[in-house]
């Protein structure tokens, strides 16, 4: 009989969504090289999913990687990231610059030994100077959340490689679009795949894309802990992927034209851009990120946090809701939303005001969101 998916050769357009927890064995031939590793097979969905493979294979050729492990959520991977290469005793670099989510992560960390320093990304330049001998990793974001402060990825590889310690790079505010932190000598990249990667505000994933031997570590880690993203997430994230390069271009062209914009008026304090030739970062981002600048910016509303939740009540067509990298344009108080885990002190140290806001930019037409913000701060 001819295998029902692909009669006559004819493959379907789109990665069927394979469903099945577990796989009839065909011999125990085929059993063993499946679980020596010979082959790609399927046994049990823990283990590996076809639908989640085909999409792995994408998002590894996206970053130039040699294979990607995809999850269930950004914070997924990045916490499998930790937990398959840190020990009790270990040391691990963070920078205060990052996802709020990092910071419950590592109280977890320490309470199993071990040692995480935060550095604030503006002294990104002296870095070298917070690695210790036993320092393993050091995970950064560039550009950052939510100040999308940029750090140089070849001088942090040039540093992690000198102290024998691994550079994680989390892509995704950037996107494979714009920046390939493995070309700049990061050993591995992770992604909320839930953001540009996907895409829709449908789905929630996370990948980290490295060499064959990281998939290797990686993929014992995901098989163990059950982190595997089902199927149906799998192929919406496939979808997603269709439409990536082009929705990255026109949030990335949003992202510039809102900061350009906001960056005239009197009631904006300021605006965290890399692609403004005002911003600190704009050297450096143009060095390491191509076609644009991604599609997320931060700026202060006036002088208090009332004046930034009555900005964005006087929003008509943007959206205020947590998340980025979407088909919509999201706007959210970062202090109130993304850093709400970390203590309050913690949340305004290193550049975060009360009065911050992010946006992060979608695919509408240009016009609309300058028409909408504009309005919304003569209102103010
Ligand atoms: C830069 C960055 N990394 C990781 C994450 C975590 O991703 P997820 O929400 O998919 O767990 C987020 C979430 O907002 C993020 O912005």
Known sequence: MTDPLTPYGNK??????????????KSFEVLRQITDGEIDGYTYHRDDNPTVRAVESKVAAMENAQDCIICTSGMAACSLVYLTYLSSGDNLILFHD?????????????????????????????LAEYVKPNTKMIF????????????????????????????????TFATPFHQLPLEHGAHMVVHSAT???????????????GSKEDYEKLWFSRQAL????????????ERGLKTFEMRAERMSQNALAVARCLEKHDRITRVCYPGLE????????????????????????????????RFIGNLEKIVHAVSLGATETLICIPYLTTMLYMPPERRVGFGVQENTVRLSAGIEQESVLLEDITQALQKL
């Open 140 to 171: 950064c974001e560039t550009p950052s959340n939510p100040l999308c402060k940029i750090l140089d990825i070849e001088q942090c590889a040039r540093i992690a490689g000198e102290a024998g310690a691994l550079l994680i790079v989390d892509n």
């Open 98 to 126: 990052i996802y709020g989510a990092h910071y419950k992560v590592s109280l977890m960390l320490e309470r199993m030994g071990i040692d995480v320093t935060w550095v604030n990304a503006d002294e990104g330049e002296r």
């Open 12 to 25: 379907p357009m789109v990665t069927p969504i394979v469903n099945a927890v577990n796989y009839e064995y």
């Open 226 to 237: 059950g982190t595997t993203l089902d199927a149906y997430s799998a192929s919406l994230l």
């Open 278 to 309: 005002s911003d600190p970062g704009h050297a450096t981002a143009c060095r390491q990120m191509a076609r644009g600048f991604g599609g997320v910016l931060a700026f202060d509303v006036g002088e208090t946090q009332d004046d930034a939740k």
């Open 195 to 209: 953001k540009a990667l996907g895409g829709h505000n449908d789905l929630m994933a996370g990948a980290i894309a």
